[in-house]
């Protein structure tokens, strides 16, 4: 069946650094794409989504980068604060009444 | 603003028991979700309900019932409890775009343990 998968399941880096968090997808159906933040003991929070008509989108500190051509989502933290330590889902959604179909995470740890 | 409550946050039971968690949202969304998230398994799919009045099987319904109360509440039932139903459970609800359900809205999680 379509799902969504993660590259790399933990990332180590070092405080200060850029991380990137990769995804693939492989519906190609899907038109939008959510990256979530999920902290230890907590439900997941958005950070930024983007439309499949765009290449990038950029928010506070996160870049969201969309490659269709090899169904490709990456996440961009600039500058990784001790505070981006979390676990982070990629999912991607479509048009029709369905729900977003999620990817199992990859864990960020922040090195002070 | 309140969005997503779930209550219990923490609730232990022995097999067999019942229970209901519940969910609420102050967002006016359309659709509502429940998910379980077991360690290494991400987010899991169990009912959701696209609008009042529907409901609607996930990826792993078995075990498990719903109630989409009205629009604000969507609760979540366990008949007979059983330990493979450990798990924390949340909670999500997104508002109806026209091109898609919409980014959902997560509540804090009920940790459920079935002894």
């Known amino acids: 069946g379509e799902s969504v998968g993660l590259h790399l399941p933990t990332l180590s880096v070092q405080e200060g650094d850029n991380s990137i968090i990769n995804c693939a997808y492989s519906?190609?159906?899907?038109?939008?794409f959510i990256w979530y933040k999920q902290e230890s003991g907590k439900g997941p929070q958005f950070i930024i989504d983007?439309?499949?008509?765009?290449d990038k989108r950029q928010g506070q500190r996160v870049t969201v980068l969309l490659n269709k051509t090899v169904k490709h989502l990456s996440l961009q933290i600039a500058a990784t604060q001790p505070g981006d330590s979390a676990v982070y889902f990629c999912?991607?959604?479509?048009?029709?009444?369905?729900?977003?179909?999620f990817g199992k995470g990859t864990r960020l740890s922040v090195i002070a | 603003n309140a969005g997503v409550t779930q209550t219990p946050k923490f609730q232990v039971l022995k097999t067999g028991q019942s229970m209901t968690l519940q969910c609420a949202q102050d967002?006016?969304?359309?659709?509502m979700y429940w998910y379980r998230q077991d360690p290494g398994m991400g987010l899991r799919l169990i009912y959701y309900?696209?609008?009042?009045?529907?409901?609607d099987k996930g990826e792993v319904p078995n075990g498990y019932n719903v109630s989409r109360l009205n629009k604000r509440e969507f609760s979540l039932r366990l008949e007979s409890a059983a330990p493979s139903q450990t798990s924390v459970y949340f909670c999500?609800?997104?508002?109806?775009?026209?091109?898609?359900?919409?980014?959902?809205?997560f509540g804090a999680g009920t940790r459920l343990s079935v002894l």
């Open positions: 999500a609800s997104s508002g109806f775009t026209g091109t898609g359900m919409g980014i959902q809205y």
């Open positions: 967002m006016n969304h359309n659709s």
């Open positions: 983007i439309r499949s008509n765009m």
């Open positions: 519906n190609s159906a899907s038109d939008y």
């Open positions: 309900s696209a609008s009042e009045g529907t409901t």
């Open positions: 999912a991607e959604g479509h048009s029709g009444n369905t729900p977003l179909v």
